[in-house]
């Protein structure tokens, strides 16, 4: 079975540009939680997407948002970057209903804005 | 305080060593514990789910968790060399999403 797929693996943006990032979730998984890696601060939830819909969202500003297709994947954007917003970027996929609930991570896509 | 409070270590300890690894938190709301093992350059790697409190073992990894104090704890038994990387505990209120990590352990086994 394969498991979460994240392109691309690696971008290089420019301060003010904007990045789409995306996510495929492990098949017949409907929820993409999607978390910001930095040394720093460590891993911090940014939002979840199921079913299309945001469902939930951390504590990072309107700048971060997303989208979930019918299919599951979802896109993650982030306008007008900012030097900060160099990070490792994970999504997660979840079925979050029935017995089996845990949340599986990809490789991750490594942001650097310079 | 932080939600979730974790040594970062860094640990170091001979191979066949029994290695313990622990986080506190403070939200009484959470419900879902974990612990993920992220190596260089990848992704966290599930090794752990518990709900609520109690024990669970998985060959060498047995995760405990206190809700009354409040308290989880990754036990590793004879350790390996390929058992070095960050560990990182997480929890949430939610079953599969919203989870809160602690910022990590680093653990190095030497052979």
């Known amino acids: 079975k394969a498991g979460v797929t994240q392109t691309p693996r690696y971008l290089i943006k420019t301060r003010g540009q904007q990045v789409t990032l995306s996510c495929s979730p492990i098949s017949g998984h409907r929820s993409v939680s999607w978390y910001q890696q930095t040394p720093g601060q460590g891993l911090q939830f940014l939002f979840e997407?199921?079913?299309?819909?945001?469902?939930n969202k951390g504590n990072f500003p309107g700048r971060f948002s997303g989208r979930q297709f019918s299919n599951s994947r979802s896109e993650m954007n982030v306008s007008t970057l900012e030097l900060g917003d160099s990070a490792l970027y994970l999504c997660?996929?979840?079925?979050?209903?029935?017995?089996?609930?845990?949340?599986?991570f990809g490789q991750g896509t490594r942001l650097t804005v310079v | 305080q932080k939600e979730v409070e974790q040594d970062p270590g860094p640990l170091s300890v001979p191979e066949g060593a029994i290695v313990s690894l622990n986080c506190t938190y403070s939200?009484?709301?959470?419900?879902?514990f974990m612990w993920y093992r992220q190596y260089s350059r990848k992704g966290p790697e599930l090794l752990m789910y518990?709900?609520?409190?109690g024990n669970k073992e998985d060959g060498r990894f047995t995760a405990q968790v206190d809700k009354s104090s409040k308290y989880i704890s990754l036990f590793i038994r004879d350790s390996q060399p390929s058992d070095s990387a960050t560990y990182l505990c997480a929890m949430s209120e939610l079953a599969g999403t919203a989870l809160i990590f602690g910022k990590g352990t680093t653990l190095s086994v030497s052979s």
């Open positions: 518990t709900y609520s409190s």
């Open positions: 997407y199921f079913s299309e819909t945001q469902r």
């Open positions: 939200n009484s709301a959470f419900q879902y």
């Open positions: 997660a996929s979840s079925t979050r209903t029935g017995g089996n609930t845990e949340a599986f």
